[in-house]
């Protein structure tokens, strides 16, 4: 079982490999943001991308699509966008009694849902159904999405005119929460002389669902790990610690005091401790091509499983205390292994 399991990632992994050579020769500089992407898709999970605007989150999923030889589209979210733009509805036939169905745009494979804090709450619910059971439901009648359905929401964190919080239940949803940063320098000039036009670039399609969703299966299975692993236990203590309401094993009274004074409640349910352990899981065996899960590679995925799921309180965001800051000392505080 365990040569069959290795060489199910091992083949993963070179796949993989050969995705993000074929995107980078569209998308410069940004390979983690690429695997942050291709993680939450061989975890069955959704993507939140925190960038400026002119940072390629669109070309990124049309690369994407066309490497894995699926659809993508994208969804521009604005405030006067109801629901059924989103998911669909239902119409009348003119002159009978027939009603059809008019599909939305999330029936698709990679789904752009662009500046998703543009859409007011009752909107943003819209990509609840299709983010946790993938389908939707349109009248009387429950409609599946893409096997593959994948969600990228993004958000510009510079402009906020306009806006409004993404809603609790959606953050949760999403695996992670990945920050696209500038280009550096060397890559900005390929940029510069670089075409964004994708016909004229050699992209080959080196993938497809039929290649991804075995994996995918598998990592889903409950079994592969047991919950009594040490990195399993490593990720539960870290996720516990981070909810400002609970007392905590690996807190001082004064730290646990410090701690609430910053943060004013944590959205990571039992949802974020499985997610997080089917990211870790798929970044080490697929993503890196390790053979062994590693604390590094816990503490390595903890601030874009945990930055959207942590809510500040008021005081810390105007003293200019960052999300990442407070995971970091967090990190600190939690020992790897269990001391009994």
């Known amino acids: 079982m365990m040569k069959e399991t290795l060489k199910?990632?091992?083949?993963?992994?070179?796949?993989?490999?050969?995705?993000?050579?074929e995107m980078s020769k569209v998308i410069i500089g940004q390979t983690e943001t690429i695997e942050h992407v291709l993680m939450c898709i061989f975890a069955g999970g959704h993507i939140l991308l925190e960038s400026a605007p002119g940072l390629a989150k669109t070309l990124m999923a049309e690369?994407?699509?066309k490497v894995l030889r699926t659809d993508s589209k994208r969804i521009q979210l604005t405030p006067d966008l109801t629901p059924q733009d989103i998911t669909g509805f239902e119409m009348p036939v003119f002159g009978t009694q027939l009603w059809v169905t008019r599909k939305g745009p999330i029936f698709t494979t990679i789904c752009i849902a662009d500046?998703?804090?543009?859409?007011a709450e009752k909107t943003q619910a819209g990509f609840m159904e299709p983010m946790q059971e993938r389908k939707v439901t349109i009248g009387l009648e429950d409609l599946p999405l893409d096997q593959l359905f994948t969600l990228i929401g993004t958000r510009n964190p510079?402009?906020?005119?306009?806006?409004?919080?993404?809603?609790?239940?959606?953050?949760?949803?999403?695996?992670?929460?990945?920050i696209i940063d500038y280009p550096s320098l060397a890559d900005e000039k390929k940029i510069a002389v670089g075409t964004e036009d994708l016909s004229k670039i050699d992209i080959?399609?080196?993938?497809?669902?039929?290649?991804?969703?075995?994996?995918?299966d598998f990592v889903l299975t409950p079994g592969y790990i047991e919950e009594n692993h040490v990195m399993v236990d490593y990720i539960a203590r870290i996720i516990d610690t981070s909810r400002p309401q609970h007392t905590h094993l690996h807190l001082s009274q004064k730290d646990t005091s410090y701690y609430r004074s910053m943060v004013s409640l944590s959205l990571a349910s039992p949802r974020a401790t499985k997610a997080y352990m089917r990211a870790v899981l798929v970044f080490s065996h697929i993503i890196l091509g390790d053979k062994m899960i590693l604390p590094e590679h816990v503490k390595t995925l903890a601030k874009s499983i945990l930055r959207h799921r942590l809510i500040l309180q008021?005081?810390?965001e105007y003293s200019g205390l960052t999300t990442d800051e407070i995971i970091e000392w967090l990190l600190n505080r939690v020992p790897i292994y269990r001391s009994e």
């Open 204 to 216: 080959r399609a080196v993938c497809g669902k039929e290649d991804i969703l075995p994996v995918r």
């Open 8 to 21: 199910i990632f091992s083949e993963a992994h070179e796949a993989v490999k050969t995705i993000i050579k």
């Open 63 to 65: 690369t994407l699509s």
């Open 158 to 178: 510079i402009e906020t005119g306009g806006t409004f919080a993404i809603a609790e239940a959606i953050l949760d949803r999403f695996l992670v929460n990945a």
């Open 115 to 119: 500046e998703i804090n543009r859409a």
């Open 314 to 316: 008021s005081e810390a």
